[in-house]
């Protein structure tokens, strides 16, 4: 990606990923008017917008912010929410980025990911309690 000002920088993002800006402000919580002005410089998104963003394209804050960087599809830079603590959030990325798992969870939401890692780290008998669990609230959805 060349050089360029955020603005120009989000709608080429967004075009490349083959979204629509209704799309896009609909995953950050935002009426698409005001996503439209982040795409045209009328306004500067926050820093929890600017967190979201990053991970709706599959790069880190620092990427996006970047005036040239370049984009690397096979790395996930998602995380939990911020409250975790920073040992479970280094675990969390190593686990994701490491180039086996990037390829067999890429297409997984960010909380399936943060629930398969933290599933993968609890006792066999856990995991069935949380899957008969899982399966009584499924049958409550229906």
Sequence with gaps: MKEQLLPAKLKELRKAHGYTQDYV???????????????SGRRTPNPGILYKLAGIYGISVDDLMQLSAELDPNIYYDAPAPTQSSEDLAGFLEYFNSPF???????????????LYYFGKISDTDKREIIEFTKIKAHKEK
């Design 25 to 39: 402000a609909a995953a950050l919580g935002v009426v698409r008017q005001t996503y439209s002005h982040y795409e």
């Design 101 to 115: 798992n990037q390829k067999k969870y890429r297409l997984f939401s960010s909380l399936e990911k943060e629930l």
